[in-house]
């Protein structure tokens, strides 16, 4: 009886081993500064492409918008900046966009449907932000004292995992390449 009480013990204190390795479900997430870059990270020239043409876009909603050229150039450097219009005739400056991010939800080491990106821009002092969470433009030229974006302390063209989910869910951080 003592000997069946032992094996049941060991074999329960091995079922959360056996259920973390079930499902793996990963997101990862990198900063690049080009699609080749990317592709040579993801091997996957569409989500790539299709992730840069989505930031693009984003970009010119999201982007810092500043009255003047000068502005502009003092928060993102010189010549980093261009003049744009919202389509209402109303125009303005904003930093050209120097990078992506792509995310990407990964079961299993493999890519599953859909993906995130978001516009980069790199700072005067060479910090990079994106946009913030559900930010609209900001700038001083939005009447706002912030420009609805937030520093990231990424390394560019690096895919990198942020967080794991499954049975026995744990969070990492660890380099893919590099």
Sequence with gaps: MKRSKTAALLLMST???LLTA???NESRE???TS?????AQTNDRDTCQQAFAKAEQDAVATAPRFASREACEANYGKEQ???RNDGANHSFFGPLMTGFF???MMRNGAAMNGFNSAPAFRDSNG????PAAGAGAGGVYRGGAGTGMVPVNATPNRAVTVSRSGFGRSGSSRSFGG
Excluded: H, N
């Excluded at 699609?35 to 592709?39: G, P, Q, T």
């Design 81 to 83: 900046c261009a003049e």
């Design 15 to 17: 079922a959360p081993l």
């Design 35 to 39: 699609v080749e870059a990317c592709v």
């Design 102 to 104: 792509l995310s990407q």
């Design 22 to 24: 079930c499902d793996r």
């Design 127 to 130: 910090g990079w932000q994106r």
């Design 30 to 32: 990198g900063l690049y």
